[in-house]
């Protein structure tokens, strides 16, 4: 039987070996047919690899690339261990930028590159569509998504497909019982599970019979985690009936432990599709051919490339666009990741650009001062290079050599970061969680080793040991034999090294003081939502909220059950008044619309919100001009309208706003006309530290099925609210579910968010300010141990003690100022990027640009001026007999 | 004898090997020869540049075969000792003898 070695095996000797002869491969090959083991063939690898070993090497003066390197490699590795102090200062701070690096690659690579939570996920791939000429579209979720008629086509269309399943946005329903309590779920296709090759570990889950037949019972699929939490785990659920939104459901299976949807978001329950109308009661959308909620989620067939789906998906998409004449099509077929939404994705990137570039930057500081230790380094090694290019080391060689070294020191400290990342990781994700705001879904993250992130840790490696090892290799090499054998060794190639050495410390104090200022800016953001004043009052205020749909309330139902439970709160004590809001003060989320002063005018987009009478006098903001809603304009739909000062400024500048008409657009050709009756304050309404963002209030409609909130200002403690209210809804409606909060939680969400960034950018900040200070006293005290028989001398000729500090602080100070300033400017453009969570502090703050530098240079002068505490000790006559 | 007649204990192995396999000695035959024997084993690597240097010392020769499949399509390279390989060879024996006379019993008692 003819069996020759496997490619790589002789890709492997020829590059190890170059010299193995034909008739070597030959036995080789021989004894490989006759079946020898592997570690036989790897003994042969490696003994041809020291074939060239360092000994036979230097006799025949010359050697295979791979020996050399091994010899470089051994090299570098006897240097470092001689010399620990300088491997561990020259790791360390490798280490610490590369571990940041690295944990904050592995969890964006968690978040967004990982294929998702199914068997063979790499067959996987997601589908969204852009489409023009569309007059009317309606969107849950995001518009990219698809209607059950859309997705039904492709589903039917595809042959390159061995499934297409369709899944929604996340939705929260009441599971009824003993304990009432909200569930987050999805509604998917019917064929969700077998796309996924997800197998429920009890129960059929959804069948024919339990899905896609007509007259199908109402089915879900729980979850492992809630089966657990909320059913004791109990076998015999499959088959029963639970209580959703005060609608018996049928379980039709468990699904396995640590599946949770494949989304980052991780679901409690699995619904059919055709479930939507039941648990929103007042919308129906299901079979609606314009109505954008599924994402879809397709499986290749063995040998089909993602090029092939996406053609023939878009073939089968021209169907759908010839059913609607003037529609044009075009399908994003993608690989499928746990980030799949494009709006998500592009969200998630720009944030990891902001934090990418963070990162980057206090791995360059990391850089410039393990760069700075190699000039110092390789001037003190000058002796030792001279030596060996007088022996006939090659220039390139040598740079080899100084390369292979830095390689090694930026090996050493990607594995120790790569281990520090790992260690801190879960820590640092436990930290990020808890300054977090409570509102947080919880998220699958599975950050750990794997190719992605191995592949970056080598990435990073080489490119770091490029960073700061090229520079300092090139200098250490361009040594000028003649001087040393002159014996001047303080003077030769001191003056290019002393500019890049300047140089790199600019290069830090630069990038310190762009991540100081940008720190400094974020902190004090951060210091403006704990402390502002919005301009509405959210201390004594309880936000109630609950979903009369879970009920399966009509709209009259919904509204009579409204009325009787503000009267019921109305009565309690202590309570001074209740109004009710579509959206509750800096919320999350947005209600927009789009409005204009006539036919003509270009439409305008304007936040809203829909509030009865007593909204303003609840949270008081005051009403400027005119009066608030009657009660009777909340009884049909909307034609009055109350704007903020910001907006009728806007809109009528100079003018009175009262009186006039608003036109608010209700569909693609339809508008109503609002009549102006009041003005309010502007008041950090929607979002922090935003008054000027066009706003109008429209009368909340007393018949209305919707999820709204109601405001319930009182005298009483929080806590004796919250219970008197979830007393007299229990009293009202057992199942229903009603959280009661605090208005100000909403400014918590925004508190929350800016402490993530303000701690998240001070700890990188001060990182960078510590690696920055080490790496101005490495300099100095350098600096000064090589000066110290000139500042003998002076000192010897008259020069005080003072005057020789301020000598040598003076010049290595000069850069730093230098960087201070390139810093600032830099921060100056790099602020604008993070104007959106600024809430109101000026991008060029001038607190933070002054703060930031001055301490920046505090520091430094104070790591400047401690090392030239030597030279109080020393002793001029000792110093100029030194040679 | 001149001096650069002497052979190494390795040399003297690889030698003997390929004279006791005469006709069928090449490359494999001869590691497995002698890993057998002396039941120590012995890279494809380090055999070949022993033999090399006998080659160019001109105590052996060697010359190439036909392509046999199981090799990948790759000729046998076969050795041969030439007389003067013999001879020093010889002349190594003889050496070693002399200086083994009368110990033998004491080193192998002491084993």
Not at chain 1, 787 to 793: F, K, V
Not at chain 1, 858 to 881: F, K, N, S, W
Request: charged fraction near 20%.
């Amino acid at each position: 039987v003819a069996r020759d070695l496997p490619w790589w095996i002789r890709a492997l000797l020829r590059a190890a070996a170059p010299a193995t002869s034909e008739e070597e491969l030959g036995d080789i090959a021989e004894e490989y047919t006759r079946g020898a083991s592997p570690v036989w063939i790897c003994r042969q690898l490696v003994s041809a690899v020291g074939r060239g070993s360092p000994r036979r090497a230097s006799r025949r003066n010359a050697g295979t690339f791979l020996s050399q390197t091994v010899e470089d490699l051994r090299l570098a590795f006897r240097t470092l261990r001689r010399h620990p102090g300088f491997a561990f200062a020259a790791v360390a701070p490798i280490a610490l930028g590369v571990g940041l690096n690295t944990a904050g690659f592995s969890i964006f690579d968690a978040i967004a590159l990982q294929p998702v939570a199914s068997p063979g996920a790499n067959q996987l791939v997601t589908v969204y569509q852009e489409f023009k000429g569309v007059k009317k579209r309606h969107v849950h979720g995001a518009r990219r998504m698809f209607s059950v008629p859309e997705y039904r086509t492709l589903r039917d269309g595809t042959r390159s497909l061995t499934g297409l399943a369709a899944f929604t946005r996340y939705w929260t329903v009441t599971l009824g019982g003993d304990s009432p309590r909200e569930v987050n779920g999805v509604l998917v296709s019917c064929n969700y599970f077998d796309v996924l090759r997800i197998v429920p570990s009890l129960g059929p889950g959804f069948t024919a019979a339990t899905c896609e037949a007509a007259d199908a019972p109402p089915a879900v699929v729980l979850s492992h985690s809630l089966w657990t939490a909320a059913f004791a785990s109990d076998r015999a659920i499959v088959g029963q009936t639970i209580p959703l939104n005060g609608r018996a459901v049928m379980v039709a299976g468990v699904a396995p432990e640590g599946f949770g949807g494949i989304d980052v978001a991780q679901v409690s329950f699995f619904a059919p599709l055709s479930m939507q109308e039941m648990l929103e009661p007042d919308a129906r959308y299901y079979l609606d051919p314009d109505t954008s909620w599924l994402a879809l989620v397709g499986r290749r067939t063995d040998g089909t490339t993602i090029a092939q789906v996406r053609a023939e998906l878009g073939l089968v998409a021209e169907e759908i666009d010839r059913r609607q004449p003037g529609r044009t099509t075009r399908l994003i077929v993608e690989p499928a990741r746990a980030l799949s939404m494009p709006e998500a994705r592009r969200d998630i990137f720009q944030l990891v650009a902001v934090l990418g570039a963070a990162f980057g930057l206090v791995l360059l500081i990391a850089c410039a001062n393990v760069a700075n230790l190699l000039l110092a380094r390789g001037a003190a090694r000058q002796k030792e290079i001279a030596v060996r290019l007088s022996l006939g080391v090659g220039r390139a060689r040598l740079i080899r050599q100084l390369m292979t070294e830095s390689l090694l020191i930026a090996g050493a400290g990607t594995i120790a970061g790569s281990l520090l990342a790992r260690w801190s990781f879960q820590g640092l994700f436990a930290m990020l969680v808890s300054l977090a705001p409570e509102q947080v879904p919880a998220l699958r993250l599975d950050a750990g080793l794997n190719m992605h992130v191995i592949a970056f840790a080598i990435a990073i490696t080489g490119v770091t040991s490029l960073a700061f090892g090229l520079v300092p290799a090139l200098q250490a090499s361009r040594l000028d034999i003649q001087a040393l054998l002159n014996r001047d060794t303080a003077g030769a190639g001191r003056r290019a090294t002393g500019w890049l050495r300047g140089s790199l410390i600019g290069v830090q104090a630069a990038v310190c003081t762009v991540l100081m200022i940008s720190a400094a800016l974020l902190l004090r953001a951060a210091y403006v939502t704990e402390t502002l004043d919005p301009g509405f009052a959210y201390r004594g205020v309880a936000v109630v909220s609950f979903d009369t749909r879970s009920l399966g309330y009509e709209r009259r139902q919904a509204a009579a059950f409204r009325q009787t439970l503000i009267d019921r709160l109305r009565a309690l004590p202590g309570v001074e008044s209740i109004a009710e809001a579509g959206k509750t003060p800096l919320s999350p989320g947005d209600m927009q619309t789009t409005v204009r002063r006539s036919d003509g005018e270009p439409w305008q987009e304007i936040d809203f919100n829909s509030v009865s009478p007593e909204y303003f006098s609840v949270v008081r903001v005051p009403i400027v001009r005119g009066r608030t809603f009657t009660a009777s304009e909340g009884a049909g739909p909307a034609r009055t309208v109350i704007v903020t000062e910001a907006t009728a400024r806007r809109f009528w500048p100079g003018e009175d706003a009262i009186g006039r008409t608003l036109r608010m657009a209700l569909g693609p050709d339809r508008d109503v006309a609002l009549e102006v009756v009041g003005i309010v304050a502007d008041a950090q309404m929607t979002r922090i530290a935003d008054t000027t963002t066009p706003c109008m209030y429209l009368p909340a409609e007393a018949e209305s099925a919707d999820g709204r909130y109601l405001l319930v200002r009182s005298a009483a403690d929080h806590a004796a609210v919250a219970r008197s209210v979830r007393a007299i809804a229990r009293d009202l409606a057992a199942g229903l579910v009603v959280s009661v909060a605090p208005l100000e939680q909403n400014l918590d969400l925004w508190r929350g968010l800016s402490r993530v960034i303000a701690g998240v950018s001070g700890s990188l900040s001060l990182v960078a300010l510590l690696m920055a200070a080490v790496g101005i006293y490495g300099v100095v005290a350098f600096v000064v141990s090589r000066r110290l028989r000139e500042m003998g001398i002076r000192m010897i000729l008259g020069a005080a003690l003072g005057d020789v500090r301020r000598l040598i602080l003076r010049q290595t100070l000069r850069p730093v100022v230098l960087g201070l300033i390139a810093g600032m400017a830099g921060a100056g453009a790099a602020s604008r990027v993070l104007e959106s969570v600024l809430f109101g502090v000026s991008p060029l703050d001038p607190v933070s640009f002054a703060a930031a530098p001055l301490l920046l240079l505090a520091i430094a002068i104070a790591a400047g001026l401690t090392p030239t505490r030597r030279l109080l000790t020393i002793e001029p006559a000792a110093v100029l007999r030194r040679e | 004898m001149a001096k650069r007649d002497h052979l190494g204990e390795f040399e003297q192995i690889v030698l003997l090997a390929v004279l006791r396999l005469g006709s069928g000695a090449y490359g494999a035959a001869i590691r497995r020869e002698i890993e057998a024997r002396t039941r120590r084993s012995l890279t494809v690597g380090a055999l070949y540049s022993t033999l090399d240097r006998l080659e160019a010392k001109g105590y052996v020769r060697s010359w190439f075969g036909d392509p046999t499949p199981e090799r990948g399509g790759r000729s046998k390279r076969h050795f041969e000792v030439r007389p003067v390989g013999v001879r020093t060879l010889r002349a190594s024996h003889e050496a070693l003898t002399a200086m083994w006379e009368g110990l033998e019993p004491e080193v192998t008692r002491g084993a």
